[in-house]
């Protein structure tokens, strides 16, 4: 019941997918110009360099391809200089200006941090030295081969009946596969319809493959995924000891097996609706929802029962745990047995030896076009950060968060809600009573910047300098019993669910915030020192879409109290459907690999949010140069500011991406990809045809196009 920081399943909304690793050797920041920043009291102290405005106009113009018409792609114009002056490091799938190159910084200043947390005697610092040491000895994690999990595995072998299947399930979601793997999901989160309270949510899962489709897809490219994904299964059982014949014949039961957990399951796209995956049942209701499993036996094994549980208990898709009893019941014991045995070397072969590891990332290999292992300190990097995230965030802060960029943040996004409320009396689909509650919901949004006013304690967590697979094994239980304890208990407001140093950004439907991480707020998104029409581009468009998060196709279902709940007039609501619709069929037509279209349902909330968020940064970067003088004289050679604005904002999602990741992304990813996340809201968009002149008929300016917010 860990609650899932990254892609939160129904508590947030994230900017982007990938918030965990992009790794490779991290090189240092370059700063422009010296000059370190002087402290003001009581705020962190920044180790930034000042950049100077002939370097920031400088960057800006080397990332452009000014050759390219900006009225025919502007994606290739703002981010062709970049796009042919880069090579996609062999380790990443997928690396952007933005998100890749910023994530490497931030890397670069977390291993510093960790580095010197060795050798120190602060007792919190000692944990994370401890930590990133035993990560890094990988003569030791190399001797121990598969003896950390054999124990575990073996238990497994020795079950006897179903009870001792679901025994083995709940121990496996507290301490090995953190609520995922093993025949389900489940994980802590706000109560959708009492947001005060926290609840114990089960979902859908139980497969190795990304998605149902990889299961269930007749294509040539599925089958050969799915041929070779039998086939690693079987390798890695080998590490456990199997003989390659029996290793093979467990291999195609256990695909069989989760083929048919694929077949219980939801279409991912429909997974988004709130309402639908909203099914409070209690323990009670779960069980009988499973009838005739021994239940009983499984929450033995998650170690927390009817008894704290209780009442505070949501299936998100019932029918799934309908059918689980028929499939358990037809699965002979041994076939579930290796299964799970599958399903622990799945979720520990990159904590163990280096030929476990290697084998375990050819599968990354084809699922993602990654050439290459990252470095090994980058993905201790990554462990440690996901694992104790506010133990290494106050060092991070302190290190790359500078004096006034808090409030320089603050103010842009009061700006953006302003804008936002002053939109809404223009969409003719809503009706005054909507509108009035829409505002209030938009007046109550929350905003947190940087990092939490109060980081968590890890006091009671162990780390050993030894022992790498037990560190990580007592983080996952740690984490499991902090966030299964408060389940009934009452709501923390002010904590964070992603990481200070994590390149992103979310909205929490359920406590109706949003929340900017340190680590987002740097450039090409956000400097203190750039231009404001750069920063309004960049964060600010950020910004809107955090804010447009609360009110698209699922966010708009939550009140201003975070309480799902239908508060639209009828009449609105369908007419919101309308608009929404809209965006489906246009995001749906765009083909990104050759066969291969946009899930328009399955990136409907993100699209909306995208096609908002430029709308009304623009607006509020206005609004700003009205109040500041005009910010008429440009800021770049050859850009006016407003064009600054949207080349500032095209140039944080410059990115290269292997077509397996681009696949893979079709067919998972809630997000458009960044070329569309670029041209399609600015072709939607008449303040952008302006700025650059854009004639209808153009491919940035099209006859017919969509709006919502």
Known sequence: MRRISAVPPALCVALALACTAQSGPAPKPKPEAAGEEPTKP??????????????I????????????????????????????????????????????VVDEKNKAILREILEAAQTSEDPKEKQLGAFYHACMDEAAINAAGVTPIAELAGKIEKAKDLGDILERVG??????????????????????????????????????????????????????????????????????????????????????????????????AEMRDPEKTYNKVGVTGFVALGE????????????????????????????????????????DLDTLKHYLRWHVIHATAEHLSAEIDAADF???????????????????????????????????????????????AVTMISAIEQAFEASLPELSWMDEVTRGRAITKAKAITNKIGYPDRWRDYSGLEFTGDDHMRNIFNALRFNFEYDANRVGGPVDRDEWHMPTAYVNAYYSASVNEIVFPA?????????????MAMNFGGIGMVMGHEITHGFDDGGRKYDEKGVLRPWWEDEAAQKFEAQAQCVDDLYSGIEVLPGVKLNG?????????DLGGIKEAYNAYKRWAAQNGGDAAPHVAGLTNDQLLFVGF????????????????????????????????????????????????????????????
């Open 601 to 609: 349902k399955l990136t409907l909330g993100e699209n909306i949010a």
């Open 362 to 408: 050819e599968m990354q290999k084809l699922l993602t076009g990654a050439e290459r292992q990252s470095d090994r300190w980058e993905r201790c990097v990554d462990w440690a950060n996901h694992s104790v995230p506010e133990l290494i965030g106050p060092a991070f802060v302190e290190r790359q968060f500078a004096g006034d960029s808090k409030q320089i």
């Open 292 to 331: 005739g499993l021994p239940w009983d036996r499984y929450f033995g094994g998650l170690g927390y029962g009817p008894d704290k549980i209780g009442e505070h208990l949501s299936v998100s898709v019932p029918e799934f745990f309908q059918g689980l009893p028929a499939l358990l019941e037809r699965t």
């Open 171 to 268: 121990s496996m979601h507290r301490s090995v596969t953190a609520g995922g793997g093993g025949l389900f999901r489940v994980y802590v989160d706000a109560d959708d319809k009492n947001p005060d309270v926290y609840i114990a949510k089960a979902t859908q899962g139980g497969t190795g493959l990304p998605d149902r489709d990889f299961y269930l897809e007749d294509s040539e490219k599925m089958r050969s995924i799915r041929a070779q994904y039998e086939a690693h299964i079987a390798r890695m059982l080998g590490f456990l000891g199997d003989a390659e014949a029996d290793a093979k014949q467990r291999a195609t039961a256990i695909l069989a097996f989760e083929t048919e957990l694929a077949r219980l399951a939801r279409p991912r």
């Open 519 to 531: 680590g987002i707020l740097q450039p090409p998104y956000f400097s203190r020192d750039f231009p």
């Open 42 to 55: 009581n705020e962190p102290v920044s180790k930034t360099m000042r950049l100077d405005a002939a370097a």
């Open 650 to 709: 095209a140039q944080g999602w410059c990115t290269l991406q292997s077509d397996e990741s681009t696949l893979l992304r079709a067919k998972t990813d809630s997000h458009s990809p960044p070329e569309q996340r670029v041209n399609v809201p600015l072709s939607n968009f008449p303040s952008f045809w302006e700025a650059f002149s854009c004639a209808e008929g153009t491919p940035m300016h099209p006859a017919q196009t969509c709006q919502v917010w």
């Open 57 to 100: 106009a400088a960057e800006v113009q080397s990332t452009l391809d000014a050759s390219a018409d900006p009225c025919d792609n502007f994606y290739k114009y703002a981010c062709g200089g970049w796009l042919t002056s880069t090579t996609r490091p062999p380790d990443k799938p997928r690396y952007g200006r933005g998100f890749g």
